[in-house]
C-alpha cells in the first residue's frame, strides 16, 4: 500500500483530492489530509475509506516528522516559502515531494542531495507553472521533429472569472492564493524581444502591457510575468530571439492596478503601526500630501493624474478605498491591509465560475514558410469548489504522483515537467478530464 501525504485542503486541493481517491481504489493507495484546519480536512476527505483527516501544523518538527516518516509521497499545497520544512524531512526518510510552486533559489539547492538519495522534487507541477511547460515543450519538439527554427515563444495565462460571474468594476475576483494577488508581479520581470534584453522594473510592470486576443473568449490585457529569459535554456532553445510569458488580465485592470502601486499600497515590508485606528481614507491620505484643504479624493486624483469620473477612479471608489470603513489589523503591512478588503470585495461566491486561459504562441520558419501555432486552453469552473483553477492546478500534481509511485519519471532531483517521461503522459491524461488545448495555425 502506498501512503499520500497531502499538506494543504484548500480550495486549490478540491479536484486533486478527487483525482487522488479514484485511483486510491484502484491502486491501493491510503490518502492522508492534512490541514491546519480539522473541519476543512475533514471535509476534503468525506467519508471516503482510503482518507482519513488530520489536524497539521506545518511548523511542529514532531508531527511532522511522524507524518513524513510513514509517507511515500508528499503534496504540498502550501506557500513557496513553506516547503523548506517540509524538504528536510523528505531528504531524512527519502520520501518524494510535489508542488505546483516556481523553483526558488532555497528549492535549486536541494537537487544533489534530493538526487543522491533518489528522490523526486516535482516543483512547477500546476497550471502556470505546469501545464504551460508541457504545452511549450510539446509544440517545441513539433517545430524540430518538422525541421523548424524558432523565432518567437509567448506563453499567457490567468485566472479569471467566466463572463457569467463577471459583475464588478475590475472583472476580477480572488480564485488563487490572496496574497499572490496583491504581491503579483513584486520580483519584476525580464523578457526577450527582438534578441534584446527588457527588464521592467515592478513600479512599470502594469503598464508595460499588450493586448491579447484569445480565440473563443475575447481580448485581454497581458503583462509580463516574471523572469523569461531562463526559459531560453530550460526549454533548450538559446538562441531564440523573442521569448515572452505574461499574466492575464481584463482590459482596464492593469491602468487601475497600476494606480495602486503608484500608491504604495501593494508593499509588504514595511507595517503601518496602530493601523486598526485608522479608517481606508485615513490609510490612503498617509501616502499623500494634503494641502490648501483638499479631501483625500481631491489629492488621490491629482497625484494620480486622473479625471474623476475615469474608470480608474471608479474602480478605486468601488474598492472602498476612500471610505470611513475601520481598518481590522492592528499594525498591518500596506499589502495585507488592502487584502483584507480584496478578500471582502472580490469575494468569489457559492455560486460563481471561474475561467482559466492558457495560451501558447509559437513562431517559426520551415522550409522558408513563416508560421504560428497558437494553442489555446480555456476551462471553465462549475462552482465555487469544482473551480477550474482548482482543476488545473490539481490535476497535474495528481497526475504527477501517479507517475511517480508507479516509477514512470527516470529524473532525479529537483524537477519540472519539461521532460517527456512527464509532460507526454501528464498532456494524454489531462484529455480524459476535457483539459485539451485547441490548436491552429497561422501564416505570417
Known amino acids: 500500500m502506498k501512503k499520500i501525504l497531502l499538506i494543504g485542503a484548500g480550495r486549490t486541493a478540491a ?5 487522488l481517491k479514484k485511483q486510491s481504489e484502484l491502486q491501493n493507495w491510503q490518502i492522508t489530509i492534512a490541514d491546519q ?3 476543512l480536512a475533514k471535509a476534503r476527505a468525506g467519508n471516503h475509506k482510503n482518507t482519513k483527516p488530520l489536524k497539521f501544523n506545518i511548523l511542529n518538527d514532531v508531527q511532522r516528522d511522524e507524518e513524513i516518516s510513514v509517507a511515500d509521497i508528499v503534496i504540498s499545497l502550501l506557500p513557496e516559502t513553506l516547503h523548506k520544512y517540509i524538504i528536510k524531512d523528505c531528504l531524512k526518510y527519502k520520501v518524494h515531494l510535489v508542488t505546483a510552486s516556481y523553483v526558488s533559489e532555497e528549492m535549486n539547492s536541494f537537487h544533489d542531495h534530493a538526487q543522491k538519495r533518489n528522490i523526486i522534487l516535482l516543483n512547477e507541477m500546476g497550471l502556470d507553472p505546469g501545464i504551460d511547460h508541457m504545452e511549450t515543450m510539446r509544440l517545441i519538439n513539433e517545430v524540430k521533429h518538422k525541421g523548424g527554427t524558432l523565432t518567437s515563444l509567448k506563453s499567457y ?3 479569471l472569472v467566466a463572463d457569467e460571474s463577471n459583475n464588478n468594476p475590475w472583472g476580477y475576483k480572488i480564485t488563487w492564493n490572496p496574497m499572490n494577488v496583491v504581491t503579483a508581479g513584486m520580483a519584476s520581470a525580464r523578457y526577450i524581444k527582438d534578441g534584446r534584453l527588457k527588464v521592467v522594473p515592478y513600479n512599470r510592470l502594469f503598464m508595460d502591457t499588450e493586448i491579447i486576443e484569445v480565440p473563443g473568449a475575447g481580448k485581454f490585457e497581458s503583462y509580463p510575468n516574471r523572469d523569461s529569459i531562463k526559459y531560453k535554456y530550460i526549454y533548450h532553445i538559446p538562441n531564440i ?3 515572452y510569458r505574461g499574466s492575464l488580465r481584463r482590459k482596464g485592470f492593469c491602468r487601475a492596478w497600476n494606480a495602486l502601486v503608484k500608491l504604495g499600497i501593494t508593499d509588504n515590508r514595511y507595517i503601518i503601526p496602530d493601523s486598526n485606528t485608522l479608517t481606508y481614507n485615513d490609510f490612503i491620505s498617509i501616502y499623500l500630501d494634503k494641502k490648501n484643504g483638499n479631501s483625500t479624493l481631491e489629492e488621490l486624483q491629482d497625484f494620480l493624474g486622473e479625471k474623476p469620473d475615469s474608470g480608474v477612479m471608479q474602480k478605486i471608489k468601488w474598492l472602498d478605498l476612500l471610505s470611513k470603513k ?3 489589523l492592528k499594525d498591518g503591512k500596506p499589502a495585507e491591509i488592502l487584502l483584507e478588503l480584496l478578500k471582502e470585495k472580490w469575494e468569489f461566491k457559492k455560486n460563481d465560475k471561474d475561467m482559466v486561459i492558457l495560451q501558447t504562441e509559437v513562431e517559426h520558419i520551415a522550409e522558408k514558410r513563416k508560421e504560428k501555432i497558437i494553442s489555446t486552453l480555456i476551462v471553465f469552473g462549475k462552482n465555487s469548489d469544482n473551480t477550474a483553477m482548482s482543476a488545473t492546478v ?4 495528481g497526475i504527477g504522483v501517479n507517475l511517480i509511485l508507479n516509477n514512470k519519471i527516470k529524473e532525479r532531483g529537483v524537477v519540472i515537467p519539461v521532460h517527456a517521461d512527464i509532460y507526454k503522459p501528464a498532456l494524454k491524461e489531462l484529455v480524459e478530464y476535457g483539459i485539451k488545448p485547441e490548436e491552429k495555425i497561422v501564416k505570417i
Do not use: A, C, K, Q
Open 15 to 19: 479536484s486533486l483530492v478527487e483525482y
Open 37 to 39: 484546519s480539522f473541519e
Open 157 to 159: 495565462g490567468g485566472g
Open 241 to 243: 530571439p523573442n521569448v
Open 326 to 328: 475601520r481598518i481590522i
Open 394 to 397: 490539481g490535476l497535474p500534481i
